[in-house]
T-cell receptor, first 116, second 112 residues
Framework: DAGVIQSPRHEVTEMGQEVTLRCKPI?????LFWYRQTMMRGLELLIY????????DSGMPEDRFSAKMPNASFSTLKIQPSEPRDSAVYFC??????????????FGPGTRLTVL | EDKVVQSPLSLVVHEGDTVTLNCSYE??????LLWYKQEKKAPTFLFML????IEKKSGRLSSILDKKELFSILNITATQTGDSAIYLC????????????FGKGTLLTVNP
């Protein structure tokens, strides 16, 4: 099993540009999560999908952030326009069940985003 | 607002020592508490606790939850250098306002 796949692994962009992060969950998993991690704020849940439907997006910081899951094998997190304070490592995770966060989550390697 | 506080923030020990990591929380409609280990890259799941007083164990790691006092501890016995990592605690809120809140983590360094 390839595990959760994220791309790109590193992204450097300039303030104001649009950034799109991509995630392929583990095949057969029903739930997908997007997280952001910084030194200051730690690990934060941004959004949680179950069967491609957003269940909890209360962690999405503001309207500049949007996430989609058009099918069971692909999700995107978009930031438009990006700002320097968005610099962080963004993780995608998937889990096999439908019980929310209590199912074991498998994390991808993360995308390190730097906004100049 | 839900809150998860971990202590200590960092800890340095020698191989063979036993360590106890703490996690206290405030959450409406508690559903579960989760422990993760994060080495250089992504977090990996360790334990999920829902009931008070029941110890979860995996090798040298164990964890217990106290729902009355609102805390959990993670114990690591006979520590090894490979245990060096950030240990994250997270609390899940159930009900209609589903949410998962992480603590800032404890950085554990195990020296040879």
């Amino acid at each position: 099993d390839a595990g959760v796949i994220q791309s790109p692994r590193h992204e450097v962009t300039e303030m104001g540009q649009e950034v799109t992060l991509r995630c392929k969950p583990i095949s057969g998993h029903n739930s997908l999560f997007w997280y952001r991690q910084t030194m200051m704020r730690g690990l934060e849940l941004l959004i949680y999908f179950n069967n491609n439907v957003p269940i909890d997006d209360s962690g999405m910081p503001e309207d500049r952030f949007s996430a989609k899951m058009p099918n069971a094998s692909f999700s995107t997190l978009k930031i438009q326009p990006s700002e320097p304070r968005d610099s962080a490592v963004y993780f995608c995770a998937s889990s096999p069940g439908t019980s929310g966060y209590t199912d074991t989550q498998y994390f991808g390697p993360g995308t390190r985003l730097t906004v100049l | 607002e839900d809150k998860v506080v971990q202590s200590p923030l960092s800890l340095v020990v020698h191989e063979g020592d036993t360590v106890t990591l703490n996690c206290s929380y405030e959450v409406t409609n508690f559903r579960s508490l989760l422990w993760y280990k994060q080495e250089k890259k992504a977090p990996t799941f360790l334990f999920m606790l829902t009931s008070s007083g029941i110890e979860k164990k995996s090798g040298r790691l164990s964890s217990i939850l106290d729902k009355k006092e609102l805390f959990s501890i993670l114990n690591i016995t006979a520590t090894q250098t490979g245990d060096s990592a950030i240990y994250l605690c997270a609390v899940e809120r159930g009900g209609s306002n589903y949410k998962l809140t992480f603590g800032k983590g404890t950085l554990l360094t195990v020296n040879p």
